[in-house]
Structures are given as C-alpha cells and as structure tokens.
C-alpha cells in the first residue's frame, strides 16, 4: 500500500474551515484515500474514502487531485468536538490491513 | 444498530499472567481486527481475522494469539503478559469486501503490573 505524507500538527479557529493536508505521490490505480480520526482514548472513526473524484458526506469533504498524488479532508465548520488525531491511509479496497500511521493533531480554538 | 462492543473495559494483570479481551463486530460484519495503542503512541495492528480464519498478523510475538468463533465475534489472548503490553487494545470490524472501512469499538485497557 502507498505511504502518505501528513503534517504533525495544525489547528483552526472554530466555525472555520478545517483544511487537512496529505500526500501520496505513489498511488496505485487500485487504491482508495481513506480518512479517519481519533478523539482522545476512543477507537478510531470512519470518516470517508474516496477514488479520484470528490466525495463529501454528512461529516466531511474530500478532494482528491487531478493526479491523485494528493488530497485534502475538509471539515467546512470545525467545533471543538472536531479536535482529534486525523489519519490519511491510502490502500485497496480489500486490503489485508490497515496501518495507521502518525497522522495529524488538529486542535480547535475557540 | 449496535456498534462494536468489547469486554472488559479495564483489565489489571501481573507480569506472567494471561488476559483475555472480546469483541463482537457490527451484526453482518466478518472481519475483525485487533490493533495496539500504548499511551502516547499510534496504533499497532496486532491481527485480522476473516471468516473464522486468520488472514493477517503484525509483528508481534506468538503469545499473542486469538480467534474467531463461528458468530464472528472474536477473542484476543495475551500470555506471560510482560509491563510493556499495557496499552489500550482496539477491535474493529468490517465487511468482508469493504476491508477498508473500519468501525472501532471503544477498547479494554490493559494494566501489567
């Protein structure tokens, strides 16, 4: 599975738009970005995968480049709740397993 | 729908004793996935289990070991527990095909002493 690049930490002002960074320049064809965050002590959460075009859901939004080399998660109006640790992960949709890796600390201020 | 449930929540062993932790997928899940987080650090996947069978492992030592039982739900065993395995123990489940969405439980937190 491809490596991703994220920056270790950023924060955001509340109300704003949270926009969080990641490369895969060595994407396959195959392989999805998927998204997940982890709150403080909880297990990780979902948040959205997509393949090369733009996907956005009740939580987020995904932009994925042209070249899939790199995308953005966009939460479009952080809270406080939203401080968490996000993870990038790029792999195939029935990848045999899924590693984690640093992601970035995004904290919220007020 | 009930989320992924694991069992216990907080479990304080001795150095050389043997734990046990459970989890029970999402009902229609057959994946399971158990994962490590020491404090302060990422998550480490420990094991994959699909279908009954073992399908992956990281790296880590054979004692720990689990399995999954015919209702998909799953059991991690860690023997001659030693300090350093403290940590929180995370399972999640998946779809078979759709292994790359994973729904966590809330975890056991595993003491050594």
């Known amino acids: 599975d491809a490596k991703t690049t994220q920056p270790p930490s950023m924060d955001c002002a509340e109300g704003r738009a949270a926009n969080l960074p990641c490369n895969h320049s060595?994407?396959?064809?195959?392989?999805?970005v998927y998204w997940y965050r982890q709150i403080h002590s909880q297990g990780p959460q979902y948040i959205i995968h997509g393949l090369k075009n733009n996907e956005t859901n009740e939580m987020a939004s995904l932009i994925i480049t042209e070249d899939r080399k790199s995308s953005t998660l966009i939460l479009p109006h952080a809270t406080l709740r939203d401080t968490a640790v996000y993870y990038c992960?790029?792999?195939?949709?029935?990848?045999?397993?899924?590693?984690f890796g640093s992601g970035t600390r995004l904290s919220i201020r007020p | 729908e009930a989320g992924v449930t694991q069992s216990p929540t907080h479990l304080i062993k001795t150095r050389g004793q043997q734990a046990t932790l459970r989890c029970s997928p999402i009902s229609g899940h057959t994946s399971v996935y158990w994962y490590q987080q020491a404090l302060g650090l990422g998550l480490q996947f420990l094991l994959w289990y699909d279908e009954g069978e073992e399908r992956n492992r990281g790296n880590f030592p054979p004692r720990f070991s689990g399995r999954q039982f015919p209702n998909y739900s799953s059991e991690l065993n860690v023997n001659a527990l030693e300090l350093e395995d403290s940590a929180l123990y995370l399972c999640?489940?998946?779809?078979?095909?759709?292994?790359?969405?994973?729904?966590f439980g809330e975890g056991s937190r595993l003491t050594v002493l």
């Open positions: 992960i790029v792999l195939r949709r029935s990848a045999s397993k899924i590693i």
């Open positions: 060595t994407i396959s064809g195959n392989e999805y």
């Open positions: 999640a489940s998946s779809r078979t095909d759709y292994t790359g969405e994973l729904f």
